[in-house]
């Protein structure tokens, strides 16, 4: 199972870490997303996610990577 992790910029709330874990957890090949405002990241692991996607989908959110 690969887990990348990606910094995020904007997120400033639980709300925004849903957002982002709804969005990022419908990409194929997504198992699990952890998402933290305080950190700004995410962690994401499963298998055949690409970057090119889970960044899409950050960006669906409303965000966009560090």
């Known amino acids: 199972m690969a887990v990348k ?3 995020v910029e904007g997120m400033t709330c639980g709300h925004c ?5 709804e969005e ?10 952890d998402a933290s405002h305080e950190a700004g990241t995410v962690t ?3 298998e055949g996610f690409t970057d ?12 966009k990577l560090a």
């Open 5 to 7: 992790n990606y910094q």
């Open 44 to 46: 994401v692991s499963g």
């Open 52 to 63: 090119e996607a889970v960044t899409a989908a950050i960006e669906e959110a409303g965000y």
């Open 17 to 21: 870490e849903m957002s982002v874990r």
């Open 24 to 33: 990022v957890g419908e990409v194929a090949g997504v198992s699990t997303v």
